[in-house]
C-alpha cells in the first residue's frame, strides 16, 4: 500500500466574489488537489467568497481592515488567522491589498497569488483595459510567488487567450477568469505534491527551473 503525503493546508484571503476560491474548493473535491482549506479570510464584510466558504465548509474568519489603526497591525492580525488556522501556505485571491515588508517577517511559508495578465507585463490594476487600449493581442493570468514589491514574484505558470477584435473589458476579463480556474489549482497541485519549489528567487518544478 503506498504511503500518502499529509494534505497541505491552505489559508485563502480574498476580498469579494471568490471564484478562483471556488476553483480551488472544487480541486480538493475532485481529488485534483491534495490539500485541505483549513480557513477562508477576508478583508471585506459580506462577500460572496465568504458564502462559498461557508456552503463547503470551510472555516471563516472577517478581518475588516477599516477596524484597524495601521497597515501593520491588519497584516499581523492577519498572519495571527493563518498561523491559527495551521497554515501552511497562504493563497492570495482576489485580494485586494498590498502587504506590508512587517508581514514578509511574520509569516515565512509559501505565498501565492494570481494576477489577471501575462507577468511580467501589466503588474497593477485595470489590467483588462490597459491591453485592449494598447491594441494587445494576448492576454492571460499569472499565478507567482509573493514577495514585498508588488506582482514582482517568481512566476510558476502563465495562462494565455486571444483578445479578439471588439472585446470589452468585462468580455475579456471573463475569459481570463476562466484561464485563473485550470491554472491556479494546477500550481498548488504542484506545490501539494512537493514538485514545486522556490531556490534563490528561482522557480524549481521537479528540481528543473521553471517556466
Not at 471563516?60 to 498561523?83: S, V
Not at 472585446?167 to 494546477?186: F, G, K, S, W
Request: with cysteine; hydrophobic share 45%.
Amino acid at each position: 500500500m503506498t504511503k500518502t503525503s499529509p494534505a497541505m493546508r491552505i489559508a485563502v484571503v480574498i476580498s469579494g466574489s471568490g471564484s478562483n476560491l471556488q476553483a480551488i474548493i472544487d480541486a480538493v473535491a475532485a481529488g485534483q488537489l491534495n490539500a485541505t482549506i483549513c480557513c477562508v479570510v477576508s478583508n471585506v464584510p459580506g462577500v460572496h467568497g465568504l458564502t462559498r466558504a461557508a456552503a463547503a465548509g470551510i472555516a471563516t474568519e472577517l478581518i475588516d481592515h477599516r477596524g484597524f489603526d495601521n497597515r501593520e497591525a491588519f497584516d499581523q492580525a492577519l498572519c495571527e488567522a493563518a498561523h491559527t488556522h495551521g497554515a501552511d501556505v497562504i493563497v492570495l485571491a482576489g485580494f485586494m491589498r498590498i502587504l506590508s515588508d512587517e508581514f514578509f517577517k511574520l509569516w515565512t511559508g509559501p505565498m501565492l497569488n494570481i494576477h489577471p495578465s501575462l507577468l511580467p507585463s501589466y503588474p497593477g490594476m485595470n489590467t483588462h483595459e490597459r491591453v485592449i487600449a494598447d491594441g494587445g493581442r494576448w492576454h492571460g493570468a499569472s499565478v507567482h510567488f509573493v514577495i514585498p514589491q508588488l506582482d514582482a514574484g517568481p512566476v510558476i505558470i502563465r495562462g494565455a487567450c486571444p483578445v479578439l477584435p471588439r472585446d470589452t473589458a468585462q468580455a475579456l476579463a471573463n475569459r481570463v477568469h476562466a484561464v485563473e480556474h485550470r491554472i491556479y489549482p494546477q500550481a498548488l497541485a504542484w506545490l501539494a505534491a512537493g514538485r514545486l519549489n522556490l531556490s534563490e528567487n528561482q522557480v524549481l518544478l521537479d528540481g528543473t527551473r521553471h517556466p
